[in-house]
Structure formats: structure tokens, C-alpha cells
Nanobody, 123 residues
Framework: VQLVESGGGSVQSGGSLRLSCAAS????????MAWFRQAPGKEREGVAQ???????YYARSVKGRFTISQNSEKNTLYLRMKSLKPDDTAQYYC??????????????????WGQGTQVTVSS
């Protein structure tokens, strides 16, 4: 399984970005997929999850601002981020769960990870 993120960058507060995660040897729509992020000196935290039936779940800190989606034809996962804040600055990772637990961001459930893409939000 290979997951490759892209789309990170530097934006000003209030700006938007869309992250992508291209998958190989894995059918995204058949798996629980999630986006995590890790800021310097902080634990990696889950921000958004999408499950095979299409339901999505969000961390409280991003709800209403981030949207997770996927394109089955392209086998690509997305994270649309708007109204970005400096606190959103982090390395963002996509991950695939070996065992799907709806609305869970327990890292032990996710056994495939991308290399990450950096998002920097300036005030």
C-alpha cells in the first residue's frame, strides 16, 4: 500500500487549501480513511475520517471548516480546508485503517500512512 499526499503549502489566515492523497494497491472507498496532523512538539491528532458508506467525522477543532471526500475513479482522498488559522499549521498525513471503527481516530487502527505534506498558516 502506498499513500502519497500533496497540496500543502503556505497560506495566510482565512485562506484555503485542498490536500490530496493518491492511493495505490488499496481501494480507498472500501476502507476507513482519515487525515491526521502533527504540529511541532505535539501529538499526532486525527482531524477527519470517511468510512465506506460515505459518512464523515471531524475533530471539533475543524468541524465546519474542513471537508473530507474521495474520488473513487481517481482512488484519491481529499481534505478541503477553509478559514485556515495559524493553529492549523502542521504536517498533514492521510492514513488507511486496517480495522474500521466509525468516528475513531485511534492511531493503532491505522496501519498505512503517507509521508505527509506541510501546511503553514500565517497570521
Amino acid at each position: 500500500v502506498q499513500l502519497v499526499e500533496s497540496g500543502g503549502g503556505s497560506v495566510q489566515s482565512g485562506g484555503s487549501l485542498r490536500l490530496s492523497c493518491a492511493a495505490s494497491e488499496l481501494t480507498l472507498s472500501s476502507n476507513c480513511m482519515a487525515w491526521f496532523r502533527q504540529a511541532p512538539g505535539k501529538e499526532r491528532e486525527g482531524v477527519a475520517q470517511i468510512v465506506p458508506d460515505g459518512r464523515s467525522y471531524y475533530a471539533r477543532s475543524v468541524k465546519g471548516r474542513f471537508t473530507i471526500s474521495q474520488n473513487s475513479e481517481k482512488n484519491t482522498l481529499y481534505l478541503r480546508m477553509k478559514s485556515l488559522k495559524p493553529d492549523d499549521t502542521a504536517q498533514y498525513y492521510c492514513a488507511a485503517a486496517g480495522s474500521c471503527l466509525v468516528s475513531s481516530f485511534h492511531r493503532v487502527l491505522y496501519n498505512s500512512w503517507g509521508q505527509g505534506t506541510q501546511v503553514t498558516v500565517s497570521s
